[in-house]
């Protein structure tokens, strides 16, 4: 069965704290995101990565980088923490070279992460 | 950037009841595919309709595409309690290597 695992349901992290968001696929997916989601405003997209060692900014990029060393692992990393960071974070994979080709994106269960 | 979205934000019906959600978007698309969220949790896929499609059907769901008026619809027919989450709209475009966009959600309430 398909399966993103989030390392880390419930985080809370201090102010100006470096903070690993973990995440792997078992699917072999080309194709890693990372979402977050705030109440009234949707997911939106943080960074995507199509293969190893490549990413991309998605909409919202400020204050975040990304790792994809290997091709079923994709790191999120705060390396600051600021309180408007506090959210729920969503990894998702997707199979495939182009998401125009109609395949299901997976989630994860999501990262809770408070910065206080 | 492009976005679906949803309408209505909220949605609260009885169970027996069916229950629509629409989603709006901006640009010629590939596929439009929904999913629900139960609270607290990830997203699951529900349902891909292709660009070339106007109807499609899964058990108690019911999805149409207008691409001329740039739009889509959920039906769930004869809701449960079960159904209680938010459902979102997902978009692709053409170019290559670009992410799913979602829109912000429509939060549905089925009461028993």
């Known amino acids: 069965d398909v399966k993103v695992t989030q390392s880390s349901r419930y985080l809370v992290k201090r102010t100006g704290e470096k903070v690993f968001l973990e995440c792997v696929q078992d699917?072999?997916?080309?194709?890693m995101f990372w979402y977050r989601q705030d109440p009234g405003l949707g997911l939106r997209l943080i960074y995507f990565s199509y293969d190893v060692k490549m990413k991309e900014k998605g909409d919202i990029p400020e204050g975040y980088s990304v790792s994809r060393e290997k091709k079923e692992r994709f790191s999120l990393i705060l390396e600051s923490a600021s309180t408007n960071q506090t959210s729920m974070y969503l990894c998702a994979s997707i199979r495939g070279g182009s998401t125009g080709s109609g395949n299901t994106i997976y989630f994860g269960e999501g990262s809770w992460l408070t910065v206080v | 950037s492009q976005q679906g979205e949803e309408d209505p934000q909220a949605l609260s019906i009885q169970e027996g009841e069916n229950a629509t959600m629409n989603c709006s978007y901006k640009t010629s698309i590939n596929n439009l595919q929904w999913y629900r969220q139960n609270s607290g949790r990830g997203l699951v896929h529900l349902i891909l309709i292709r660009s070339n499609e106007r109807e499609k059907h899964s058990g108690r769901l019911r999805v149409t595409l207008d691409t001329s008026k740039k739009s889509s619809s959920l039906l769930i027919t004869a809701s449960r309690a079960a159904d209680t989450a938010s459902y979102f709209c997902a978009t692709d475009f053409p170019q290559a290597g670009t992410a799913l966009i979602f829109g912000k959600g429509t939060t549905l309430s089925v009461s028993s």
């Open positions: 699917m072999d997916h080309e194709n």
